[in-house]
């Protein structure tokens, strides 16, 4: 099945949340991006408020201006529409990183489901602790479990989880030669009925892992070849990410673009102009039993 980003919003946004205000569901997409930064009155979740809405997560204080204006590239919103992520769900978030989705995934699931975040030993872990630590008030209930792939995987008890979720980390497993056994530690962790959701960027097709290392784009067949070896059915895919602007062909690979801009002030208004990368954003299921 082929979705695009405005079947996404008419189809999947609107149930995504149930109980959730207009607000939410009229929430920007891709092509109507909120200006960065924008002032906004809603209300900031905490503990004690009621459960929040997408649309107040994401306009809430606790998210940087920086992060907010990512929203027009990443569209979480969207994203999380099309991966049916619900808020009484048991969600496991892999290599979080410095929390981008964990702003998001973590407020939203708080009352009634369970944010589960899976993070490499190394670099990153540290960081992501002293974020957690940063706000106990949405942050508190987040289950951090630590890996080293490929020796150890194990993202919680067999059939614990409704839905896992990962954000540009693919190309990575690739790169590094472990993703078959992330996979396999995926489909353990998912009940029978469970979601996979992956987004990436994007190579051309017949990239070698070797160039997908280097560049930090993976084909979107490899992604889709990983998965239903490890056992998943292909349910859905998107364009919500895509970024036809990408030609995918920089120095720095994927890091040339923003958010990275790792050649700093050279060419910066041609790479800002290109945005984030061209990504895949694929919805795999287990097989019921």
Not at 26 to 43: L, M
Not at 67 to 75: Q, Y
Not at 141 to 160: A, F, H, I, Y
Not at 186 to 191: A, D, E, Q, Y
């Amino acid at each position: 099945m082929h979705i695009t980003k405005h079947s996404i919003a008419i189809s999947l946004f609107i149930p995504l949340f149930t109980g959730c205000s207009s607000a939410s569901q009229q929430a920007p997409g891709a092509n109507e991006p909120e200006p960065a930064g924008q002032p906004t009155a809603a209300a900031e979740p905490t503990a004690t408020a009621a459960q929040p809405d997408i649309a107040t997560i994401l306009a809430g204080s606790h998210r940087s201006a920086e992060n907010r204006a990512r929203d027009a590239h990443r569209h979480p919103a969207e994203t999380l529409a099309f991966f049916g992520v619900q808020p009484t769900h048991t969600v496991v978030e892999l290599w979080p990183g410095r929390g981008w989705y964990t702003e998001v995934l973590a407020p939203l699931l708080r009352e009634r489901g369970k944010l589960v975040a899976a993070s490499p030993t190394g670099n990153y872990l540290q960081p992501y602790k002293d974020f957690l630590a940063s706000r106990p008030d949405l942050y508190d209930r987040v289950q951090l479990v630590e890996v080293t792939p490929p020796q150890t995987l194990s993202l919680g008890p067999d059939g614990s989880a409704d839905v896992v979720l990962t954000f540009r980390n693919l190309h990575g497993w690739v790169g590094n030669g472990y993703a078959a056994e992330v996979h396999a530690a995926i489909f353990r962790v998912l009940k029978p009925g469970g979601v996979y959701g992956v987004v990436d960027h994007r190579a051309v097709p017949g990239t070698t892992p070797e160039q997908t290392k280097k560049s930090g784009y993976v084909p979107e067949d490899v992604a889709i070849e990983l998965a239903t070896a490890a056992g998943f059915v292909l349910d859905a895919r998107s364009e919500i990410n895509a970024n036809p602007k990408d030609t995918k062909n920089y120095p720095e690979g994927v890091w040339t673009l923003p958010p990275s801009l790792r050649l700093g002030d050279v060419d910066r208004d041609k790479y800002a102009a290109i945005g984030e990368s061209d990504r895949f954003t694929l919805r795999f299921r287990k097989p019921a039993q």
